[in-house]
T-cell receptor, first 116, second 108 residues
Framework: DTGVSQNPRHKITKRGQNVTFRCDPI?????LYWYRQTLGQGPEFLTY????????KSRLLSDRFSAERPKGSFSTLEIQRTEQGDSAMYLC??????????????FGQGTRLTVV | GEDVEQSLFLSVREGDSSVINCTYT??????LYWYKQEPGAGLQLLTY?????DMKQDQRLTVLLNKKDKHLSLRIADTQTGDSAIYFC????????FGAGTRLFVKA
């Protein structure tokens, strides 16, 4: 596997339910990012990890959202008590932060969440 | 905070050149990227330019960077129908910030 993998690709859930998405980054990449993209907009930054440490969270990430990267490899993004406004594409990206500061990010195909 | 602005739409005829422009506010990035997104898909890295360069050519793609004006452009030569997509400018950094993207329509 040479790319970023996200599962599931699509998720339909009822309002009020909890959902969890998974992202498997490129294996040697130490940084992992989560973005949300709504129709007609560019991706909005949610949070990122360097190894297992969550270094920044956007104010977009309400208390209902939590992300983890327990072993510095795959990451999960959980949304509790989903609302219709959570319907969006959730994108994961990974990068290798090296000494040159190159933060070229490679993206997965995304998980499309629909809250009904 | 950081801001990235792009024109929302661009329409060109097949075979013509396309120029997509971007202005940004955060100038601390070492690299500046262009991504392409096709319908229902994730983002594909197209090309990037190092911040101390003015121009980079990569096959049909030419990236121009004006650091003073914080302006980045992407030129696609001999535009094809397969180039129809949304193009995002993304000044890199520890977190990549995206604009709303430019929707390129290529007419046959």
């Amino acid at each position: 596997d040479t790319g970023v993998s996200q599962n599931p690709r699509h998720k339909i859930t009822k309002r009020g339910q909890n959902v969890t998405f998974r992202c498997d980054p490129i294996s040697e990449h130490n940084r992992l990012y989560w973005y949300r993209q709504t129709l007609g907009q560019g991706p909005e930054f949610l949070t990122y990890f360097q190894n297992e440490a969550q270094l920044e969270k956007s104010r977009l990430l309400s208390d209902r959202f939590s992300a983890e990267r327990p072993k510095g490899s795959f990451s999960t993004l959980e949304i509790q008590r989903t609302e219709q406004g959570d319907s969006a594409m959730y994108l994961c990206a990974s990068s290798l932060m090296g000494g040159a500061g190159n933060t070229e990010a490679f993206f997965g195909q995304g998980t499309r969440l629909t809250v009904v | 905070g950081e801001d990235v602005e792009q024109s929302l739409f661009l329409s060109v005829r097949e075979g013509d050149s396309s120029v997509i422009n971007c202005t940004y506010t955060d100038s601390s990035s070492t690299y500046l990227y262009w991504y392409k997104q096709e319908p229902g898909a994730g983002l594909q890295l197209l090309t990037y330019i190092f911040s101390n360069m003015d121009m980079k050519q990569d096959q049909r793609l030419t990236v121009l960077l004006n650091k003073k004006d914080k302006h980045l452009s992407l030129r696609i030569a001999d535009t094809q129908t397969g180039d129809s997509a949304i193009y995002f400018c993304a000044p890199g950094g520890f977190k990549t910030i995206f604009g709303a993207g430019t929707r390129l329509f290529v007419k046959a």
